[in-house]
């Protein structure tokens, strides 16, 4: 508790758990079928996984959060286990 001696730890901990905390949208999940579909429309060869929007949100984090690039290909393979109904997603509240 650095500099406030009236809080609680309790308090001093979930203020730095509350700085962690980041809102991204991941809208554009729900229209991941369509756009993979419309990318995969008259193509020739092996059809696409994930669409450019996918791609470019990997990026975002990559290169936003400086995120290891394993710990990047362990996020991949969990949204993607998710986006097959494999898995259920349980996130922290």
């Known amino acids: ?3 406030n001696k009236s809080s609680s ?3 001093y901990n979930e203020s730095l758990i509350e700085r962690g905390r980041i ?7 729900k229209s ?3 756009e993979i579909k419309k990318m995969n429309d008259s193509k020739v060869g092996a059809p696409f996984q ?5 791609i470019q949100f990997i990026a975002f984090l990559k290169i ?6 394993r710990t990047v ?8 286990q998710i986006m097959l109904g ?7 509240i």
């Open 1 to 3: 508790m650095p500099g």
């Open 9 to 11: 730890w309790h308090d």
């Open 23 to 29: 809102l991204i949208d991941v809208s554009f999940l």
């Open 32 to 34: 991941a079928n369509v």
């Open 50 to 54: 994930y669409g450019d929007s996918y």
């Open 64 to 69: 936003g959060f400086k995120i290891p690039y």
């Open 73 to 80: 290909q362990g996020i991949v393979h969990v949204d993607y």
């Open 86 to 92: 494999l898995r259920k997603c349980i996130l922290p």
